[in-house]
């Protein structure tokens, strides 16, 4: 794992990881906002995040598009399957922390840092591809 990782992350990666992370701070943002907004009116924790999870994809999807993989030829089945895969990810993370902190909205901002870091991975290599020039 870790000599895949090292082969992969070259300068030109690392700096695609900074600007992925900045697109993602945007994108956090709004899918947290919108998340919190659910919790507050008094919808079920796990419903929020899903509601969040949907409005945060097609925004998402538009922002990393954009100003991320820019070179790249998306592919959409993958991507909706990435967070798909995300989601799974994010429900038991979303659990766990719930259950460690007790506050839902500090158990959505980790579950949210835990999942973007893999999820940054799952849309490089599956669903952003390069162009072929």
Do not use: D
Not at 16 to 41: D, P, R
Request: aromatic fraction near 22%; proline fraction near 2%.
């Amino acid at each position: 794992m870790f000599a895949l990782l090292q082969r992969h992350l070259t300068i030109e990666r690392l700096k695609e990881l900074w600007t992925y992370y900045k697109v993602a701070v945007v994108n956090t943002i709004f899918g947290l906002s919108f998340f919190y907004l659910l919790i507050f009116i008094g919808i079920n924790l796990f419903v929020a995040q899903f509601i969040g999870t949907c409005a945060g994809v097609l925004f998402n999807y538009y922002t990393f598009r954009r100003h991320v993989f820019r070179e790249s030829k998306p592919s959409r089945v993958r991507y909706i399957m990435a967070y798909a895969f995300s989601y799974a990810l994010g429900v038991p993370s979303l659990f766990v922390w719930h259950k460690l902190v007790g506050s839902p909205y500090i158990a959505g901002f980790c579950s949210t840092i835990f999942v973007s870091f893999i999820n940054y991975f799952i849309l490089r290599f599956l669903v952003f591809h390069k162009r072929e020039a």
